[in-house]
């Protein structure tokens, strides 16, 4: 598994990421096995979306998005892309 690293070649402390970019709203990084980083978008300025982290749980998933847990709960852009992510 890719790791999070400074990168030390010419001085530099930039940070080197172990992907080439965040998941698209929708879609899944497998970060390590039972481990999912999603993108869940937001409808305001400033803050248009947050990470989120899905952890296999037996036969399921955990993941906490600081929604609300009925239908009532969460944007509904969020929502829809946590269930496409999990088709």
Request: aromatic residues 6%; glycine residues 14%; hydrophobic residues 40%.
């Amino acid at each position: 598994m890719p790791e999070l690293a400074l990168d030390s070649a010419a001085g530099s402390t930039a940070l080197r990421y172990p992907f080439e970019g965040a998941p698209v709203p929708g879609s899944a990084h497998r970060v390590a096995p039972g481990v999912l980083w999603l993108r869940l978008p937001l409808p305001m300025a400033g803050l248009n979306h947050i990470n989120v982290w899905a952890l296999e749980d037996g036969g399921g998933w955990t993941l906490d998005t600081g929604h609300r847990q009925d239908s009532r709960g969460g944007p509904p852009e969020g929502r829809a892309a946590a269930a496409r992510a999990f088709g």
